[in-house]
């Protein structure tokens, strides 16, 4: 069955960095686009970044130029690599898997991150 187990997040000042990752199984990972997506407290999901199957990234404009999306096929791993950050980027992070309408039919059970000094 289709799995995705996030890791990597956790407490960092404003300004520091993380990597988060998304452990994928149960698909043929490189077959699909992947997203992540993140719901602050109180708010709802937020869309953050996409891959797609050619490694070509998109990216909210809110994280546009701090964050960078990846994918390693041979791993069957997703990652966000989170730079510069700020206490709105608090949230729990999901990965999700793209269906055939682009939407996510997939998710991770998430991974908190917390940006606060």
């Known amino acids: 069955q289709v799995q995705l187990v996030e890791s990597g997040g956790g407490l960092v000042q404003p300004g520091g960095s993380l990597r988060l990752a998304c452990a994928a199984s149960g698909f043929t990972f490189s077959s699909v686009w992947m997203y992540w997506v993140r719901q602050a407290p109180g708010k709802g999901l937020e869309w953050v970044s996409a891959?797609?199957?050619?490694?070509?990234?998109f990216y909210a404009d809110s994280v546009k130029g701090r964050f960078t999306i990846s994918r390693d096929n041979a791993k069957n791993t997703l990652y966000l690599q989170m730079n510069s950050l700020k206490p709105e980027d608090t949230a729990l992070y999901y990965c999700a898997r793209v269906g055939p309408s682009y939407d996510a039919d997939y998710w991770g059970q998430g991974t908190q991150v917390t940006v606060s000094s």
């Open positions: 891959i797609n199957t050619r490694g070509s990234t």
